[in-house]
């Protein structure tokens, strides 16, 4: 067996273990758009290293040309699916401004066997899609996680080894054929570590998206999409602690609604759901989006405001408050949302939630003792 064949078998066993991993987690795991596209993407690619391995065999330069379309194929279905991740559309006409010459070039030159032509067109397109992919996973407003950065740096590998083949194969444009060896030995030394380590991080990549979400499903509350009480504790280290190192304010508010136990026995739990769904869209929606929304548990919720004192925090309640009135709950259509606030300030020798928690909690109560529907500041002298 020569190197070709043992090339050719690693690249196609390879590309059929991604594809059936692939296939896996997007059946799995959510069905993403972005999975499936990849599926595609190594789905073809097992067909084109059969293509290749056949065309070789046979000395066909049909199926040498079927390959090279299959390679052009599953390179724009790995575009599409970063991009797809990436929430950015797919660039169609550009897709096909840039393909539909190569295809052409690629296949006329595999029929004639030139070469040089083939050697240019398709790594070149290859390339072109590769860059794309890699300017494409960069993240927005954010950093990049660890299989991204894997993923990102392979891309940009595997779009510089595809120039590499270009500048080869133009360097021997209109020689003989043996003087495309440079090529050959290029393909066979750099393809396969660089085809198997943008697989290995592809499949990091969507396992790291796979345990990201699995992380914000435990710390977010299934019906209102607030943190929960662990997601909201584990936001409050973050921040107290930053507030402590660059000695800015923080104020923690407790809320709940008025009456909704009345709510839920008078209209039944479809309309309590409803209530608590559009009381945390409204609080989210008023505040700041380095704030911290979270439900505590039954009707009563937590807000973190960052660089906000117990005033400033005030005030954004008192909208709050005023707009809750105005809520609609169609399942209730006589029902009149009221809720109840209490406020508190980091002190210095707080050190996780619940220090604040109980200082909030003691506001909240006066807040309910003078008749609900207000907002209570806590005090020491209090």
Excluded at 119 to 141: D, V
Excluded at 143 to 148: D, G, L, T, W
Excluded at 349 to 363: G, H, I, T
Aim: net charge positive.
């Amino acid at each position: 067996m020569n190197s070709a064949a043992i090339i050719l078998a690693l690249l196609f066993f390879t590309s059929a273990i991604m594809a059936i991993a692939m296939g896996i987690a997007w059946a799995q795991f959510g069905r993403r758009r972005h999975v499936l596209s990849w599926m595609i993407a190594y789905g073809i690619s097992v067909v084109q290293w059969a293509l290749n391995g056949a065309g070789l065999f046979f000395g066909s330069p049909f199926l040498i040309g079927m390959a090279a379309l299959a390679i052009m194929t599953s390179a724009t279905f790995t575009l599409i699916g970063v991009r797809q991740r990436a929430g950015r559309t797919v660039r169609w006409a550009g897709l096909l401004m840039v393909g539909i010459p190569c295809a052409i070039a690629g296949f006329h030159a595999a029929l004639t066997r030139n070469a040089p032509l083939q050697g240019i067109a398709i790594p070149g397109y290859a390339g072109i899609l590769m860059l794309s992919s890699a300017l494409s996973l960069w993240p927005r407003g954010r950093r990049f996680s660890a299989p991204e950065l894997a993923f990102f740096s392979l891309l940009l590998l595997f779009a510089v080894f595809e120039g590499c083949l270009v500048v080869s194969a133009a360097l021997n444009w209109g020689g003989p054929r043996e003087g495309m060896d440079s090529y050959r030995a290029i393909m066979a030394l750099g393809l396969p570590s660089i085809y198997v380590g943008t697989c290995v991080s592809a499949v990091l990549v969507v396992a790291g998206d796979l345990a990201h979400e699995l992380r914000r499903r435990m710390q977010r509350d299934v019906l209102t999409d607030a943190l929960n009480r662990l997601g909201l504790e584990e936001a409050a280290v973050r921040a107290i602690a930053n507030a402590k190192r660059h000695g800015r304010p923080l104020a923690l508010v407790i809320c709940d609604l008025d009456g909704f136990k009345v709510l839920n026995d008078s209209y039944g739990h479809i309309a309590g759901d409803a209530a608590l769904r559009g009381f945390a869209r409204l609080v989210t929606a008023a505040i700041r989006r380095g704030d911290i929304v979270g439900r505590l548990g039954g009707d009563e919720f937590g807000l973190l405001l960052v660089d906000s004192d117990s005033a400033a925090a005030a005030d954004v309640m008192e909208r709050i408050r005023a707009e809750i009135g105005c809520m609609i709950l169609p399942q209730a259509p006589g029902a009149k949302l009221r809720a109840s606030f209490g406020i508190a300030d980091l002190h210095e020798d707080d050190e996780c939630l619940d220090d604040m928690v109980a200082r909030a909690d003691s506001a909240l109560y006066r807040a309910k003792k003078d008749g609900k529907d207000r907002i209570s500041i806590w005090r020491a002298a209090a």
